[in-house]
């Protein structure tokens, strides 16, 4: 068996040549753990002029419900397979240079078994321009090789600088942590080929114990315990590379309950790997995404025309759809994660998008007014359209908790009610959006329309309530996590620098300082209170004691964002100024004062 290290150090041509002649069966060993099995049946590899049969016409589900231990906890082999090509190449599924589309649990497997040259396939993504500078690399290229960027000097150099300042506790440049970035990759990507993270031999009875990859079972078990998976291993990789689909899917079933005959108690039960499955290929988000953009679609027609009621009752219905699609994706992660969507980034935005949509409907409900709807289902969109499209930025993976965040009600609690309180400024700030465009359309029936700033002025006040709420409940946790109540980290800091905008936004419009279209206003720039707390105090100052949900990426999109929207503000004002319609009458604006303070 070739040593990992000295198959790493092979130069292009001389792994070419082990490709034809021994190099396949050397990961088939790695794969089956033993010699023995595999030279007396297969020798399918030694030829160059025999290649590996077509593989995407197999059923992977059988061999995608093995389970694996990856990233501190067990999950399916389907599940490590998608998150390892999302890490690699940044999408789920990956077409190479011959135009096939990789499927993730495809993709492991020929890895693995070498089937193709990875080595050579241009995969590895760095989505850092000043990186791809500084390394010498065409910018318009998205993804390099293996080979490309493992022989980079100066990558290394990189990583190992960024390593130091991380051991160090210093703060990385954005250059540093992409470095590190793709150092992981191409290590996983490795860690692949050679086999050491196809960890799915479970220990034999110790509950925290780590698995182990095939060519380690000694590590646990004896010869004749583990001899029933072995027939298993090899036939699972001389079906796959046949192509043999019912055989392929037949031995993998097998080879899963065999393992799973190693150590039953440890091994995780059947059901929850066919749940975990399901809720990989359900794809709840992106049947909720469809739902939305149909029903926004629905009803903006339906506010277009006179007699839109029927219109409406269909938009009302798809977004009802989609808000149930949500909900069963966000209760399938809690069930399988164990605990609720409250630990990162991806997890924040699922759940308030989909308070968005909830709160809109119950204001429809509550007021009959589908303008809450109409606010409410482009922000769910947007929000699910960008976590589905930046999957290295928010990652969808679902990983344990660290130790402070474990086993705490006051955690939960306040983190559920602050995003709740997002959720509540969020729609607020859709339906400032909608005011502002007749603000800038018509200043004049834009001004007279009471009703509308009463439903905005009651989505804030909710706002207000639920942040007031989260964030005393936030100084609770850390009194219980922490020892203190209040220490200025700059999450604690952003989130009361928000409350105090919203709380002025409403005192200022109770106490008559600014008129309703003041509020209006308010409504939109504040929200940038809410997303430096929510997003940038993660992503772009990446300090404090919350480091649990710190990120990178995402910053032109966020940018991009906020100048827009501060431009189409500055208009919407320009236009309310310069307007020369008529002020509404003095007991009008009186009637709709006491309308707020309703």
Same mark, same amino acid.
């Given at each position: 068996?070739?040593?990992?290290?000295?198959?790493?150090?092979?130069?292009?041509?001389?792994?070419?040549?082990?490709?034809?002649?021994?190099?396949?069966?050397?990961?088939?060993?790695?794969?089956?753990?033993?010699?023995?099995?595999?030279?007396?049946?297969?020798?399918?590899?030694?030829?160059?002029?025999?290649?590996?049969?077509?593989?995407?016409?197999?059923?992977?589900?059988?061999?995608?419900?093995?389970?694996?231990?990856?990233?501190?906890?067990?999950?399916?082999?389907?599940?490590?397979?998608?998150?390892?090509?999302?890490?690699?190449?940044?999408?789920?599924?990956?077409?190479?240079?011959?135009?096939?589309?990789?499927?993730?649990?495809?993709?492991?497997?020929?890895?693995?078994?070498?089937?193709?040259?990875?080595?050579?396939?241009?995969?590895?993504?760095?989505?850092?321009?000043?990186?791809?500078?500084?390394?010498?690399?065409?910018?318009?290229?998205?993804?390099?090789?293996?080979?490309?960027?493992?022989?980079?000097?100066?990558?290394? +150099?990189? *990583? @190992?600088?960024?390593?130091?300042?991380? /051991? &160090?506790?210093? %703060?990385?440049?954005?250059? $540093?942590?992409?470095? !590190?970035?793709?150092?992981?990759?191409?290590?996983?990507?490795?860690?692949?080929?050679?086999?050491?993270?196809?960890?799915?031999?479970?220990?034999?009875?110790?509950?925290?114990?780590?698995?182990?990859?095939?060519?380690?079972?000694?590590?646990?078990?004896?010869?004749?315990?583990?001899?029933?998976?072995?027939?298993?291993?090899?036939?699972?990789?001389?079906?796959?590379?046949?192509?043999?689909?019912?055989?392929?899917? +037949?031995? *993998? @079933?097998?080879?899963?309950?065999?393992? /799973? &005959?190693?150590? %039953?108690?440890?091994?995780? $039960?059947?059901?929850? !790997?066919?749940?975990?499955?399901?809720?990989?290929?359900?794809?709840?988000?992106?049947?909720?995404?469809?739902?939305?953009?149909?029903?926004?679609?629905?009803?903006?027609?339906?506010?277009?025309?006179?007699?839109?009621?029927?219109?409406?009752?269909?938009?009302?219905?798809?977004?009802?759809?989609?808000?149930?699609?949500?909900?069963?994706?966000?209760?399938?992660?809690?069930?399988?994660?164990?605990?609720?969507?409250?630990?990162?980034?991806?997890?924040?935005?699922?759940?308030?998008?989909?308070?968005?949509?909830?709160?809109?409907?119950?204001?429809?409900?509550?007021?009959?007014?589908?303008?809450?709807?109409?606010?409410?289902?482009?922000?769910?969109?947007?929000?699910?359209?960008?976590?589905?499209?930046?999957?290295?930025?928010?990652?969808?993976?679902?990983?344990?908790?660290?130790?402070?965040?474990?086993?705490?009600?006051?955690?939960?609690?306040?983190?559920?009610?602050?995003?709740?309180?997002?959720?509540?400024?969020?729609?607020?700030?859709?339906?400032?959006?909608?005011?502002?465009?007749?603000?800038?359309?018509?200043?004049?029936?834009?001004?007279?329309?009471?009703?509308?700033?009463?439903?905005?002025?009651?989505?804030?006040?909710?706002?207000?309530?639920?942040?007031?709420?989260?964030?005393?409940?936030?100084?609770?946790?850390?009194?219980?996590?922490?020892?203190?109540?209040?220490?200025?980290?700059?999450?604690?800091?952003?989130?009361?620098?928000?409350?105090?905008?919203?709380?002025?936004?409403?005192?200022?419009?109770?106490?008559?300082?600014?008129?309703?279209?003041?509020?209006?206003?308010?409504?939109?720039?504040?929200?940038?209170?809410?997303?430096?707390?929510?997003?940038?105090?993660?992503?772009?100052?990446?300090?404090?004691?919350?480091?649990?949900?710190?990120?990178?990426?995402?910053?032109?999109?966020?940018?991009?964002?906020?100048?827009?929207?501060?431009?189409?503000?500055?208009?919407?004002?320009?236009?309310?100024?310069?307007?020369?319609?008529?002020?509404?009458?003095?007991?009008?604006?009186?009637?709709?004062?006491?309308?707020?303070?309703?």
């Amino acid at each position: 068996m070739l040593n990992r290290k000295a198959k790493l150090s092979l130069s292009r041509h001389d792994a070419q040549r082990e490709l034809h002649s021994r190099h396949l069966k050397a990961r088939l060993l790695i794969f089956i753990g033993t010699a023995t099995a595999l030279f007396g049946s297969i020798d399918y590899a030694a030829s160059a002029d025999v290649s590996a049969a077509d593989s995407s016409a197999l059923d992977f589900k059988q061999w995608g419900l093995v389970a694996i231990q990856e990233g501190g906890r067990r999950k399916p082999v389907d599940t490590f397979a998608k998150e390892a090509l999302i890490r690699i190449t940044g999408r789920s599924t990956y077409t190479d240079k011959s135009g096939k589309r990789w499927q993730p649990n495809d993709f492991v497997l020929s890895a693995l078994l070498e089937t193709r040259d990875w080595k050579n396939e241009p995969m590895v993504l760095i989505s850092s321009g000043q990186l791809k500078e500084q390394l010498g690399l065409d910018k318009t290229q998205r993804r390099f090789s293996f080979t490309q960027l493992a022989g980079s000097t100066e990558l290394q +150099r990189l *990583a @190992n600088e960024a390593q130091a300042a991380k /051991r &160090a506790e210093k %703060p990385l440049d954005r250059v $540093q942590q992409e470095a !590190l970035s793709v150092s992981d990759r191409l290590t996983l990507l490795t860690r692949l080929m050679d086999g050491s993270t196809l960890v799915i031999v479970p220990a034999p009875t110790n509950d925290t114990a780590p698995w182990v990859d095939p060519s380690g079972w000694s590590r646990y078990y004896s010869e004749t315990q583990f001899a029933p998976v072995q027939p298993q291993l090899q036939a699972l990789a001389t079906t796959y590379v046949n192509g043999d689909g019912f055989n392929f899917s +037949r031995a *993998a @079933n097998q080879l899963r309950e065999n393992v /799973r &005959a190693l150590s %039953p108690s440890i091994y995780p $039960q059947e059901r929850q !790997l066919r749940l975990e499955y399901f809720y990989n290929h359900f794809e709840a988000f992106y049947r909720a995404i469809w739902c939305y953009g149909i029903a926004l679609v629905i009803l903006i027609a339906a506010q277009l025309r006179r007699r839109g009621r029927a219109l409406q009752n269909i938009g009302v219905a798809i977004a009802l759809l989609g808000l149930a699609f949500q909900a069963t994706g966000i209760v399938l992660r809690c069930v399988i994660a164990g605990r609720p969507p409250v630990t990162n980034m991806y997890e924040s935005i699922i759940w308030v998008s989909f308070a968005v949509s909830l709160f809109g409907m119950i204001f429809f409900a509550r007021y009959h007014a589908r303008v809450y709807l109409l606010a409410a289902l482009p922000v769910t969109l947007i929000a699910l359209l960008l976590v589905h499209q930046m999957p290295i930025a928010m990652p969808s993976s679902i990983d344990p908790l660290v130790p402070v965040l474990r086993d705490n009600f006051w955690l939960t609690v306040h983190v559920l009610t602050i995003t709740l309180s997002y959720a509540a400024f969020a729609l607020a700030m859709g339906f400032g959006h909608i005011l502002l465009w007749r603000y800038a359309r018509d200043p004049a029936a834009a001004r007279a329309d009471a009703p509308m700033h009463f439903w905005l002025y009651r989505v804030l006040q909710l706002g207000v309530l639920l942040l007031a709420a989260g964030t005393i409940l936030g100084g609770v946790w850390a009194n219980y996590s922490w020892g203190r109540f209040w220490g200025w980290d700059p999450k604690e800091t952003w989130a009361l620098i928000a409350l105090l905008c919203y709380v002025l936004a409403l005192h200022g419009r109770l106490a008559g300082w600014w008129t309703q279209f003041g509020l209006t206003v308010a409504s939109v720039v504040c929200f940038l209170a809410v997303l430096m707390a929510w997003y940038g105090v993660n992503f772009v100052l990446g300090k404090g004691l919350h480091s649990y949900g710190f990120g990178i990426g995402g910053e032109t999109y966020v940018a991009t964002f906020i100048v827009l929207d501060l431009l189409f503000v500055a208009f919407a004002i320009w236009r309310y100024r310069s307007s020369k319609s008529a002020v509404a009458p003095e007991g009008q604006i009186e009637g709709e004062r006491v309308a707020v303070q309703l």
